[in-house]
């Protein structure tokens, strides 16, 4: 016989295997790597919020001043120190490579203008490297000298290198 029930019964459902489980904290290690973890995340949290709080009272000098000199390479100490200045070092590479300086003055556009014994003029670009420049220099007189020409000027104020024989 058919029974008619009124309220249904649900088949039974196998419990599935579990996929993924959060693995239990038991081993000490663990529990002490969590809590240097925590500590370390808090750390971080109340320094950038005392940052932005007070970010017009920090100035490098107060946190950076009393740095120990042994971590501030020796090169960069002389640097600061010296501050030469574009035309000092461009006159004392050209001293070294045995080049005769007869007048320097500084252009309007910020670029060095130095007038060697021969009358050659010569334009340097003062945001690039003053020691490349000597050497591209001392290339094209020797080369010249070489060819017999007499240089006019040397430009190196743009992209490519301007030479008036």
């Known amino acids: 016989m058919l029974k008619f029930r009124l309220f249904p019964t649900r088949p039974k459902i196998k419990a599935l295997p579990r996929v993924f489980s959060i ?3 038991h081993h000490p290690k663990i529990r002490f790597l969590a809590a240097i973890e925590v500590i370390l995340i808090l750390i971080v949290i109340l ?3 005392v940052g932005f709080l007070n970010f017009k009272k920090i100035s490098p000098a107060k946190f950076f001043g009393n740095l120990p000199l042994t971590l501030v390479p020796k090169q960069a100490t002389e640097s600061v120190q010296k501050r030469v200045s574009f035309e000092e070092q ?24 130095i007038t060697a014994g021969e009358g050659t003029k010569i ?9 490349e420049q000597v050497t591209t220099l001392q290339t094209v007189l020797s080369k010249a000298k070489i060819d017999g ?10 992209d490519k290198l301007v030479v008036e024989y």
């Open 90 to 113: 461009v006159k004392s590479l050209l001293k070294d490579s045995s080049a005769v300086v007869a007048k320097s003055e500084t252009t309007a556009e910020g670029s060095l203008l």
């Open 23 to 25: 693995q239990k904290v």
């Open 47 to 49: 320094g950038t919020a």
């Open 123 to 131: 334009y340097f670009n003062a945001s690039r490297d003053p020691a």
């Open 149 to 158: 020409k007499q240089v006019k000027k040397v430009d190196f104020r743009f």
